[in-house]
């Protein structure tokens, strides 16, 4: 399994913490987001690793050169990161897409334990990963289902549509790959398809009759890292430590 990570953003919601620092190398426990996601990847089985790059990319580089174990991991700068949304970013790893893969947004943490789940989830061509909870707000990427079914995707579904919220994390297998890159193909040709979600493409395949199962990890340790708010959340659950709380001071 192949994991490709979008980490080309610099997380302005988390300013002053990102006036120079990629979001995704931001300090948690003794290592970085980055570090954490590429070791708990490494940890499970997951080689090889590509690394879309775009805020700051040399720092990114600079981290994962640094690196001493791990995945073997290749960069990919994105040119397009300041104007465009995630969907050019996969684009940009395409050729990463031909076989098996995990698509992680770069600021994603996951548990060993939800990683796990995720491999060895019974082997479908499309699957995303999904948590539910009592409540959904606007920044939520929100899921319809039907049965284990994915049937739309996106922030603006109505509540009473919505059934669970996306982690940001997929997993490709089998013909999903070539399903995926073609619907990227297709996006990128259209006239708002630099300025779209990736997972535009999967609501798009959903839409259309293609089958997008779900793994449903409820109850396992994730977080997404948007906010200072949510800083503070990642640091409590997967380590806290003496430069992430020299960097969280200045705010």
Not at 36 to 54: C, E
Not at 82 to 107: E, H, P, T, Y
Not at 116 to 129: E, R
């Amino acid at each position: 399994m192949h994991a490709i990570i979008l980490a080309a953003g610099r997380g302005s919601r988390l300013l002053p913490l990102t006036t120079n620092l990629p979001k995704c190398l931001l300090p948690i426990g003794n290592t970085t987001v980055l570090g954490m996601q590429l070791d708990t990847l490494f940890a499970h089985g997951v080689k090889t690793a590509t690394v879309i790059t775009g805020f700051n990319s040399h720092m990114v580089k600079a981290e994962i050169d640094a690196r001493e174990s791990g995945p073997k991991v290749k960069t990919l700068y994105n040119p397009f990161f300041q104007v465009a949304d995630n969907l050019a970013s996969c684009w940009m790893a395409r050729k990463s897409m031909k076989k098996d893969f995990l698509l992680i947004n770069g600021d994603t943490l996951f548990s060993p334990e939800l990683l796990q789940t995720i491999l060895a989830a019974p082997k479908t061509h499309i699957a995303v990963t999904i948590d539910q909870k009592g409540y959904y707000d606007g920044d939520d990427m929100k899921v319809t289902l039907d049965g284990p079914r994915l049937t739309a995707i996106g922030k603006t579904l109505p509540l009473t549509e919505t059934d669970g919220e996306s982690i940001g994390m997929l997993r490709f297998m089998s013909e999903g790959t070539k399903t995926f890159r073609n619907e990227l193909k297709r996006l990128m040709k259209t006239r708002d398809g630099t300025k779209s979600w990736f997972l535009s493409a999967i609501h798009g395949l959903a839409q259309a009759g293609q089958r997008i199962d779900t793994i449903n990890i409820k109850g396992a340790d994730w977080s997404e890292l948007d906010t200072p708010e949510d800083y503070e959340i990642c640091r409590s659950l997967f380590g806290n430590s003496e430069m992430a709380r020299q960097r969280f001071a200045v705010i």
